[in-house]
């Protein structure tokens, strides 16, 4: 079976001998040695000067939402993770979809102000596929109506815009270290910031809202990383560059295989952006035309994914009018197997029939 992703795993004897330092430790959670070591790899190698990791990917937009202290209607994508839609509703905010832009698949910058009333407090936005969003206009925008500012940058691990960390846009970038990631702790996430008090104020909000053990800065939850998570991350980080170069390598070889078909159309990477091959999608130019493809790919165990279907203001506890283009490209995209140990003569068989179709 050839799934869309698969989680890389580094030796298993790199994975036990971080473990047995937790076990040394007897200390499991709490933000033992482990995370905070880490934090600080991750700091450095990303060029950030602020995070915080957590349990998972979803809970740092959450906490961003509330430590922000957003109100009334946030403006966001309907071209994502339905976590990203989600986050908003849960924390009882109204979300306001702006359409995308048909060759980035990013939020489009240029329709937001439209959507801008005296009810609106953030833009969350997604950076599509590891692609980043048109992140000037959108920051001009916001300082212009005095808005916060949160990237949904869950597939975004590594990548560079114009020389530096795409972490280090907006007020808050989130990621997802989730196992199907290029770094992933199994579960996992972080949240980003420049600033050091609002850092501090979404630090708190992630534990609890502890200030000493006995007493609390205010309102907070349990979003903490476990020891094991991070154990797990540790491991992989030693071959995060390697990830990468390989992944590099698959998405050239699908590029050269599916050159010459004009049935499908390829993202648009962002001028200036040091991109990390996150993703593999194809927009092919009809929903049946996709429907058959993918048929004929699970009759040959290759699983591709709808991905990101379906567009979300389409659903049933949204309320939003028409996003044309989101919803006819959510209809088209599929994102094709990309994984560090694929074997290339699957990835051949897989154009093969792509081409044939």
């Not at 980043?132 to 959108?138: A, D, K, M, S």
Request: glycine share 4%; hydrophobic share 40%.
């Amino acid at each position: 079976m050839i799934n869309v992703t698969r989680a890389y795993l580094a030796p298993i004897d790199e994975y036990t001998n971080y473990l047995k330092r937790a076990y040394e430790n007897v200390w499991l959670t709490n933000r033992g040695e482990l995370v905070l070591e880490l934090e600080d790899k991750l700091k450095t190698y990303l060029g950030v000067d602020y995070l915080t990791l957590t349990t998972n990917g979803t809970l740092p937009m959450q906490i961003a939402i509330k430590g922000m202290e957003l109100f009334g209607e946030i403006i966001t994508t309907p071209f994502s993770y339905v976590a990203t839609t989600s986050v908003i509703v849960w924390e009882n905010c109204t979300p306001i979809f702006v359409d995308i832009e048909p060759d980035y698949l990013t939020i489009n910058p240029y329709e937001i102000e439209a959507s801008i009333t005296d009810k609106t407090s953030a833009i969350l936005a997604t950076h599509v596929f590891g692609n980043p969003c048109n992140v000037e206009v959108i920051e001009k925008i916001a300082r212009k109506h005095k808005l916060k500012v949160i990237y949904d940058a869950a597939h975004c691990f590594g990548v560079k815009y114009k020389g530096q960390s795409i972490f280090n846009y907006g007020d808050v970038s989130t990621c997802s270290f989730h196992a199907t990631k290029i770094f992933h702790t199994g579960e996992g996430g972080c949240f980003i910031t420049k600033n050091k008090e609002l850092n501090d104020k979404l630090f708190y909000h992630h534990n609890f809202g502890h200030k000493t053990p006995n007493s609390f800065y205010g309102l907070g939850i349990n979003a903490k990383m476990s020891e094991l998570q991070a154990a797990m991350g540790l491991a992989i980080f030693e071959h995060i560059d390697n990830i990468i170069s390989k992944r590099r390598s698959i998405v050239e070889f699908y590029d050269e295989l599916l050159s010459n078909n004009n049935i499908i159309k390829k993202l648009k990477i962002r001028d200036h952006t040091d991109w990390n091959f996150h993703y593999y999608p194809i927009i092919i130019e009809s929903e049946e035309q996709l429907i058959r493809l993918t048929t004929v790919l699970n009759k040959e165990n290759i699983f591709p994914r709808r991905y990101f279907y379906p567009s979300l203001n389409t659903l049933n506890y949204v309320n939003s009018k028409v996003m044309p283009i989101s919803e006819d490209i959510s209809k088209r995209v599929l994102c094709l197997p990309l994984f560090y140990d694929i074997n290339y003569k699957d990835i051949e068989r897989i154009c093969k029939l792509i081409n044939t179709l």
